[in-house]
Each structure stands twice: as structure tokens, then as C-alpha cells.
């Protein structure tokens, strides 16, 4: 049986004839509702434009930026007590080692883009497959690895992650393992408390009813249906990802001269002129913290509009 139609009267109050946002939407999909309220949203407006430029600036910083990553165009221009400030051929200026500021700004958000999205990629996957694990089988294998995401919770972030980047090396790739690695239990744990509420729910017990196996509702209707809060976890993780690259480059963890193009090392590197130029630091710290801030931004205005529990009214 079709459903029966909606008609709209022209002008009518509301509730005589004029159906209501609800009614409109009936028979629409969680995810457009959701992109609906995201529209709605300035707080996912201003963040989706910050990640946007974020992303544009790191992919096109070949054309954007003046000059190659660690070129050195103005090195006879700095003196110990002196670097030259923005100027015409220099538009934010030189830093130490006469790079020029703005070009390293631009390739630095290509290092954190990258850093950040394969570092949280790999504490996503490794999070959905002991999150799928411990909510799909239940029983010994649940206690045996919540009690692994417990000792991994129990050490600070930061802490774990200067620890495994010291032992992996001081590489760029040692940095993503470090921070994928701290995002493990945070996913795994997040996936298997969704996976628990969703086997209460309705269709699970029908399809069970139905005579499916466990394995089958299991990974056809439990595990879709608990992706969403792990998707939107993953967003806001971005942020923290970005921030704990910067963390690890300026502890010196993050491979590399001194001239790479990272805004973390660009920190490290302006400690000692922050007396006679501390744009040096004001510039790159304010990228993270942008960049941290669009991610965070988005992040928390796709929880709401996912989430009708959380949503504002």
C-alpha cells in the first residue's frame, strides 16, 4: 500500500495544511537528516570551512607556496641578532635559517594533513578490529582484550606516544605509529560499548528470530548499525592527531632537520628568537591551533546531528 500523500495549502497556519519539517522528513535517511542539520549548524559551517582550506592549502602547496620545502632563498639576510621581517618577496618574513616563513607554513599543513589522517586511519582500523572482536564474541575474548584497552587507557597519551615514537625511532613514520597506536583503545572501546547497545535492539532479536546465526547479525545488521559513533570519534581524534604530531616534532621525535617543514619543528625552532622575532612561533602555533579547532568544530557538530540524543533543540 503506497503511503498517502501530503497536500500543502498555500499560506495555511501551521497544522492546517501545512505539514511540518517532521512530516517532510519522514521518509528520509539518517544521513540526509543528519547533513540537514549540519546546514543548520554555524559551528559545522565554520568548521568544515577551516578543514576545507586546511586541505586545499596541504594538497595544492605546490602551487601556493613560493618556494620548495627546506629552500633556503634568504640565508645571507639573517644575522644572530636579526631577521628580516615580511616584506614584498617575503610575505610573513624568514625564519632562522632563511627560509622563507610563509612557504613552510604552507608545507608544514601538507606534513601535519598527512601525519594526522594516516595516524588516525591506523588507530581507527586497529580499533574496529578489537572493537568487532570484543562486542561480536562476548565472553573471554571481550575480558581478555578490554583488559589490554585498559592498560593501554591507564598510561597517559602523550606519555605512550613519546615512548613508542622513542623506540620506533625519530622518523616521520615512527610519529603515525606512535599516535595510531594511543587512538587503538579509544576506537576499540568506543565500537564495542555501540556494538553492546545495538544487540538489544528490536531487529536484532527479529532477525535472530528469523533463524539467522550470530555471525551473520552480527556482521549484516550489529556492526553497520554501530559504525556511526566511531566515524564521528574519528573526526574529532583528527584534532588530536594534529596537535600530537606538533607535540612530538617539537620534543624532537619527529625525524628530520631543522629546516623540515612541520609546525611542530617550526616551534622548536623558534625558542631561541622569541625575543627578536617571535612570529616565529606565533604563526605556526596558530595553524595547529585553527586547524585543531575546524577538526573539533566539525567533530562535534556531526555527533549532534548523528546522534538525536545530543542534538540541540
Given at each position: 500500500?503506497?503511503?498517502?500523500?501530503?497536500?500543502?495549502?498555500?499560506?495555511?497556519?501551521?497544522?492546517?495544511?501545512?505539514?511540518?519539517?517532521?512530516?517532510?522528513?519522514?521518509?528520509?535517511?539518517?544521513?540526509?537528516?543528519?547533513?540537514?542539520?549540519l546546514?543548520?549548524?554555524?559551528?559545522?559551517?565554520?568548521?568544515?570551512?577551516?578543514?576545507?582550506?586546511?586541505?586545499?592549502?596541504?594538497?595544492?602547496?605546490?602551487?601556493?607556496?613560493?618556494?620548495?620545502?627546506?629552500?633556503?632563498?634568504?640565508?645571507?639576510e639573517?644575522?644572530?641578532?636579526?631577521?628580516?621581517?615580511?616584506?614584498?618577496?617575503?610575505?610573513?618574513?624568514?625564519?632562522?635559517?632563511?627560509?622563507?616563513?610563509?612557504?613552510?607554513?604552507?608545507?608544514?599543513?601538507?606534513?601535519?594533513?598527512?601525519?594526522?589522517?594516516?595516524?588516525?586511519?591506523?588507530?581507527?582500523?586497529?580499533?574496529?578490529?578489537?572493537?568487532?572482536?570484543?562486542g561480536?564474541?562476548?565472553?573471554?575474548?571481550d575480558?581478555?582484550?578490554?583488559?589490554?584497552?585498559?592498560?593501554?587507557?591507564?598510561?597517559?597519551?602523550?606519555?605512550?606516544?613519546?615512548?613508542?615514537?622513542?623506540?620506533?625511532?625519530q622518523?616521520?613514520?615512527?610519529?603515525?605509529i606512535?599516535?595510531?597506536?594511543?587512538?587503538?583503545?579509544?576506537?576499540?572501546?568506543?565500537?564495542?560499548?555501540?556494538?553492546?547497545?545495538?544487540?538489544?535492539?528490536?531487529?536484532?532479536?527479529?532477525?535472530?528470530?528469523?533463524?539467522?546465526?550470530?555471525?551473520t547479525?552480527?556482521?549484516?545488521?550489529?556492526?553497520?548499525?554501530?559504525?556511526?559513533p566511531?566515524?564521528?570519534?574519528?573526526?574529532?581524534?583528527?584534532?588530536?592527531?594534529?596537535?600530537?604530531?606538533?607535540?612530538?616534532?617539537?620534543?624532537?621525535?619527529?625525524?628530520?632537520?631543522?629546516?623540515?617543514?612541520?609546525?611542530?619543528?617550526?616551534?622548536?625552532?623558534?625558542?631561541?628568537?622569541?625575543?627578536?622575532a617571535?612570529?616565529?612561533?606565533?604563526?605556526?602555533?596558530?595553524?595547529?591551533?585553527?586547524?585543531?579547532?575546524?577538526?573539533?568544530?566539525?567533530?562535534?557538530?556531526?555527533?549532534?546531528?548523528?546522534?538525536?540524543?545530543?542534538?540541540?533543540?
Amino acid at each position: 500500500m503506497s503511503a498517502p500523500e501530503v497536500y500543502e495549502v498555500p499560506n495555511a497556519p501551521l497544522g492546517q495544511g501545512r505539514p511540518t519539517d517532521e512530516a517532510r522528513l519522514a521518509g528520509a535517511s539518517h544521513w540526509r537528516l543528519a547533513a540537514r542539520r549540519l546546514r543548520r549548524n554555524p559551528g559545522a559551517i565554520v568548521g568544515a570551512a577551516i578543514v576545507v582550506v586546511f586541505i586545499l592549502v596541504a594538497v595544492f602547496a605546490p602551487l601556493i607556496a613560493p618556494y620548495d620545502a627546506g629552500e633556503l632563498p634568504g640565508r645571507a639576510e639573517v644575522r644572530p641578532t636579526y631577521i628580516p621581517g615580511p616584506s614584498d618577496e617575503y610575505l610573513l618574513g624568514l625564519d632562522r635559517y632563511g627560509a622563507d616563513l610563509f612557504s613552510q607554513l604552507v608545507w608544514g599543513a601538507r606534513a601535519s594533513l598527512l601525519i594526522g589522517v594516516l595516524s588516525t586511519l591506523l588507530g581507527l582500523l586497529g580499533g574496529l578490529v578489537l572493537g568487532a572482536l570484543s562486542g561480536g564474541l562476548g565472553g573471554a575474548t571481550d575480558n581478555v582484550i578490554m583488559r589490554f584497552v585498559d592498560l593501554l587507557l591507564a598510561v597517559p597519551s602523550l606519555l605512550l606516544a613519546v615512548s613508542i615514537a622513542a623506540i620506533a625511532g625519530q622518523t616521520p613514520a615512527a610519529v603515525v605509529i606512535a599516535i595510531g597506536v594511543v587512538q587503538v583503545p579509544i576506537f576499540a572501546r568506543l565500537l564495542r560499548g555501540s556494538m553492546f547497545a545495538q544487540r538489544g535492539q528490536d531487529y536484532v532479536l527479529a532477525a535472530r528470530s528469523l533463524g539467522l546465526s550470530k555471525r551473520t547479525v552480527t556482521m549484516s545488521h550489529v556492526l553497520p548499525n554501530s559504525v556511526s559513533p566511531v566515524i564521528v570519534q574519528a573526526t574529532l581524534l583528527l584534532a588530536t592527531a594534529v596537535i600530537e604530531a606538533a607535540a612530538l616534532s617539537y620534543l624532537g621525535l619527529g625525524g628530520g632537520s631543522p629546516t623540515t617543514a612541520e609546525w611542530g619543528r617550526m616551534l622548536t625552532s623558534a625558542q631561541n628568537e622569541l625575543e627578536i622575532a617571535p612570529r616565529l612561533a606565533l604563526w605556526p602555533g596558530a595553524c595547529i591551533a585553527v586547524t585543531a579547532l575546524g577538526f573539533t568544530l566539525f567533530g562535534e557538530a556531526l555527533r549532534e546531528a548523528l546522534d538525536p540524543r545530543s542534538r540541540k533543540r
